[in-house]
């Protein structure tokens, strides 16, 4: 579907947009006109694509290929005025200066970086939430498909991001992605003389890793795992892979199996939810006697396994 640009009316075509970000809680569309009022006509839109209903007269900001970003081929939201696309919050108060980076990986799939040392809470197709950071020069990433519900939290902004589905104009997006990637890389030298003296000093909450990591994609089934839990325990290191559970594999005596998505790579797993906590133990033991290419794995560390309880 076509969006309808606010202000002038303009229409962004379906094979131009890139994705939508709703606001549900935290801001209203009278108040992130105010913080981007030079973006006004760039990336809000009007509701002539009727929103879900959770998100029905709500902001909406809309990122094409026919706006691009401000730096780089990264459209950033944050709470700096003076190099994010997308402004929200105070700086180092729930949200970071540069916090999330919306772009694509790769293999052309929109993806989206946490940046912050602050942290995003984010949720796939109304399954629990999760909170994930990245590292100093190694952001957070996770792959964006088309025709999931994905919603995110950051401090009191809490927003649903719909990925437009390309699937019926796969020509016209990859030339436009093409000329996108071009314009955004011909404007580098013109970017590396902007004066950014006026950012905000660098703090813990709002410090911006310098690159990305690249993580190689997978979209074979490549490896199985034993799963009893999708919580993150307190003492976990947020940086770990999150996971999105799919569709039922299968049953067995001692569990369902299921497919897993890593949200970095959107490799897909495996994963097998057991019954009870013996059990988990044995079968763990049992899958490490197989040698296969998709060798098993569990997903819980061996060495916190007594502390963990099936469920």
């Known amino acids: 579907m076509a969006y309808r640009l606010s202000s002038s009316g303009a229409v962004i075509e379906p094979a131009s947009a890139i994705l939508s970000i709703h606001f549900v809680l935290g801001l209203t569309p009278s108040e992130l006109v105010s913080r981007n009022a030079d973006r006004v006509g760039h990336h809000l839109v009007s509701d002539d694509r009727i929103p879900p209903p959770d998100c029905h007269g709500n902001a909406v900001i809309a990122l094409s290929f026919?706006?691009?970003?401000?730096?780089?081929?990264?459209?950033?939201?944050?709470?700096?005025?003076?190099?994010?696309?997308i402004s929200i919050g105070i700086p180092g108060d729930h949200v970071s200066a540069q916090h999330l980076r919306f772009g694509f990986d790769e293999q052309d799939r929109v993806i989206m970086l946490d940046c912050s040392t602050l942290g995003t809470r984010v949720a796939y197709n109304h399954q629990p939430f999760h909170l994930r950071r990245g590292r100093p020069g190694r952001p957070f990433r996770w792959v964006l498909p088309a025709g999931h519900h994905i919603r995110v939290q950051t401090g009191p902004f809490l927003f649903t991001i719909f990925v437009e589905d390309h699937s019926f104009h796969a020509e016209h997006f990859r030339a436009n992605l093409e000329r996108f990637h071009h314009d955004c890389r011909s404007r580098l030298p013109e970017l590396s003389n902007i004066?950014?003296?006026?950012?905000?000093?660098?703090?813990?909450?709002?410090?911006?890793?310098?690159?990305?990591?690249?993580?190689?994609?997978?979209?074979?089934?490549?490896?199985?795992?034993?799963?009893?839990?999708?919580?993150?325990?307190?003492?976990d290191t947020l940086d770990n892979e999150m996971y999105v559970e799919g569709r039922i594999l299968g049953h067995g005596g001692n569990g369902t199996v299921n497919e897993f998505h890593a949200v970095g790579n959107w490799a897909r797993y495996a994963g097998?939810?057991?019954?009870?906590?013996q059990n988990m133990l044995d079968e763990i033991e049992m899958l490490k006697k197989l040698i296969h290419v998709c060798a098993p794995r569990s997903l819980i560390p061996p060495a916190r396994l007594g502390s963990y309880s099936s469920h």
């Open 66 to 85: 026919s706006h691009p970003p401000r730096l780089g081929e990264h459209f950033v939201l944050g709470s700096d005025d003076a190099t994010t696309d």
């Open 195 to 235: 004066n950014l003296a006026a950012n905000p000093p660098a703090t813990a909450g709002n410090m911006t890793p310098a690159a990305d990591e690249v993580r190689p994609g997978a979209s074979s089934l490549t490896a199985s795992a034993v799963i009893t839990s999708l919580a993150v325990p307190e003492e």
């Open 272 to 277: 097998k939810r057991v019954a009870h906590y």
